[in-house]
Nanobody, 129 residues
Framework: QVQLVESGGGLVQAGESLRLSCVASGRTFNNVAMGWFRQAPGMDRNFVASISWNGGNTYYADSVKGRFTISRDHAKNTVYLQMNSLKPEDTAVYYC??????????????????????WGHGTQVTVSS
């Protein structure tokens, strides 16, 4: 049974940092891209960052570029999101996801949710001003 479990969320003040983790179990995802998305109350789920199968390529939403860093550890089957200089508008539930491995350039990062198949249940990040 495939499972993605996010952790590391919490309540912080503006300007502070958090590091999110997403551990995958049930199978290895070392050959596909992975991504982070977020959803604020009443809003659609939006792309945050994505990373290629080997970590060599990354792609970020403009709103987080320069502040967030995505990385992965194959040995731990884990993807991370380091979030610095947090802002109140970063407040959301953060989800990790794995890219579908049956179509397209599945090893490359992508911002499109429809190209991801497995999703975690999310971790809440709240940034106070």
């Amino acid at each position: 049974q495939v499972q993605l479990v996010e952790s590391g969320g919490g309540l912080v003040q503006a300007g502070e940092s958090l590091r999110l983790s997403c551990v995958a179990s049930g199978r290895t995802f070392n050959n596909v891209a992975m991504g982070w998305f977020r959803q604020a109350p009443g809003m659609d789920r939006n792309f945050v960052a994505s990373i290629s199968w080997n970590g060599g390529n990354t792609y970020y939403a403009d709103s987080v570029k320069g502040r967030f860093t995505i990385s992965r550890d194959h040995a731990k089957n884990t993807v991370y999101l380091q979030m610095n200089s947090l802002k109140p508008e970063d407040t959301a539930v953060y989800y990790c996801a794995t890219r579908r491995g049956d179509a397209g350039q599945f090893w490359q990062p992508t911002p499109f949710p429809a190209e991801y198949d497995y999703w975690g249940h999310g971790t809440q990040v709240t940034v106070s001003s």
